[in-house]
Each structure stands twice: as structure tokens, then as C-alpha cells.
T-cell receptor
Framework: DQQVKQNSPSLSVQEGRISILNCDYTNSMFDYFLWYKKYPAEGPTFLISISSIKDKNEDGRFTVFLNKSAKHLSLHIVPSQPGDSAVYFC???????????FGKGTHLIIQP | DSGVTQTPKHLITATGQRVTLRCSPR?????VYWYQQSLDQGLQFLIQ???????AKGNILERFSAQQFPDLHSELNLSSLELGDSALYFCASSVSGQGPPLGNTIYFGEGSWLTVV
């Protein structure tokens, strides 16, 4: 049973536009959410996180929004750049689970 | 470069065999995590060690075991290998045993790609 779901396996966005990556979760006890970025042949790297008591966290071009009532979070990248092309993983911490619970990832492709 | 080193990078072995994957955490990190990423799954948490002691256990099969040594490097042992064990195995490390939100970001290595034939 996937507790963290990323329903879009891939997303294509034009350079300079906004990229919106979505993530849904089922466990209301998760208390922290993170986004990781992964390039081919590399391990995931931490990008941005948000506590469950907040609804927004911003870091440069990256903003994560959390809608607890909908059990939904999203990562906005503005403006999108070619170097943003990667697989993005949504992850959650807490909820009685040990370790981070990851989604299956979304492959973001930034087109010139 | 995250500072987490994993060896080997690639490994091909036959069913029924046993392999050992090795991980050196970032300098100063006491906690080591192992994750499995198979083709149809996201990253699955396997197990965590903190300063030599098992801290948390996830979806780790009984055929798999891990340990963390006094120098803090860790090994993941996979035995009686099956075709379904083919996956990318990631090691990650963090300063403390609790990871975020205490500011202790978890850093991942590049992974060890295991192919069972």
C-alpha cells in the first residue's frame, strides 16, 4: 500500500515556465514532508522540506505547498531551467513509519 | 558529491548467491540508512543504524541483514538472492539518528546496482 503517491510518472515543461510536481499521501500522521531530486547515476539529493504545521515553504526558485485537509503537497519551480531536468521524489517522515516513506518519483523534463 | 561512498557500483550475480554491499557515511555522520529502489517501486526503507546499533527497521527481508562497524561504515548482506532482488540499493547518512526536522539532512550515496541473473 503506497502511503505516498506521485501519480505523474513524467512531466514536460518549457524552459522559463512554472513546473508543478504533485504528491498525495494517505497517512494523516506524517509530520514532515521532503522533496528530493535525483539525476541519473547519482543518489537523491535533498531539495526542500515542510513541516506539517505549515502550509508553505520557499527557497529560491522552489516552493512547497502543503494542503493537509486534502493530504496533498506540491513543489513549484519558477522559472524552470534545463538543469532542473531530473526525477523528483516526494517523501514523508513520521506516521508511525521508520525512516522516510518515498513516492515513486516524477521525471521532470525541461524543454528548451 | 554527497560524501557518502558506496561500493561496488555495479554487481551481477546468480540466484541463490550472497553479496555484501558496503557504505561509508559522510565524515561525522553517525547514522546510516539503507534503501532499495526496484524498477516498479519508489525508494523503500530497509534499515537504519545509529552509532553501531540498529535504530529502525523497514521492509527488510529476513534474507537480508546489515551491520554498522565501530568505524561507522556499514554493510548490507543479501543472501539466497532471487531475481526480484535486482534493484538499486542506496545508502544514506545523517548526523543524528532522527533526520529532519531537526536540521539533520539525510545524504544519499550514488547507489549500488545489483543484478541477479
Amino acid at each position: 500500500d503506497q502511503q505516498v503517491k506521485q501519480n505523474s510518472p513524467s512531466l514536460s515543461v518549457q524552459e522559463g515556465r512554472i513546473s508543478i510536481l504533485n504528491c498525495d499521501y494517505t497517512n494523516s500522521m506524517f509530520d514532515y514532508f521532503l522533496w528530493y531530486k535525483k539525476y541519473p547515476a547519482e543518489g537523491p539529493t535533498f531539495l526542500i522540506s515542510i513541516s506539517s504545521i505549515k502550509d508553505k515553504n520557499e527557497d529560491g526558485r522552489f516552493t512547497v505547498f502543503l494542503n493537509k485537509s486534502a493530504k496533498h503537497l506540491s513543489l513549484h519551480i519558477v522559472p524552470s531551467q534545463p538543469g532542473d531536468s531530473a526525477v523528483y521524489f516526494c517523501a514523508a517522515l513520521g506516521g508511525g513509519a521508520d525512516g522516510l516513506t518515498f513516492g515513486k518519483g516524477t521525471h521532470l523534463i525541461i524543454q528548451p | 558529491d554527497s560524501g557518502v561512498t558506496q561500493t561496488p557500483k555495479h554487481l551481477i550475480t546468480a540466484t541463490g548467491q550472497r553479496v555484501t554491499l558496503r557504505c561509508s557515511p559522510r565524515s561525522g555522520d553517525l547514522s546510516v540508512y539503507w534503501y532499495q529502489q526496484s524498477l516498479d517501486q519508489g525508494l523503500q526503507f530497509l534499515i537504519q543504524y545509529y552509532n553501531g546499533e540498529e535504530r529502525a527497521k523497514g521492509n527488510i527481508l529476513e534474507r537480508f541483514s546489515a551491520q554498522q562497524f565501530p568505524d561507522l561504515h556499514s554493510e548490507l548482506n543479501l543472501s539466497s538472492l532471487e531475481l526480484g532482488d535486482s534493484a538499486l540499493y542506496f545508502c544514506a547518512s545523517s548526523v543524528s539518528g532522527q533526520g529532519p526536522p531537526l536540521g539533520n539532512t539525510i545524504y544519499f550515496g550514488e547507489g549500488s546496482w545489483l543484478t541477479v541473473v
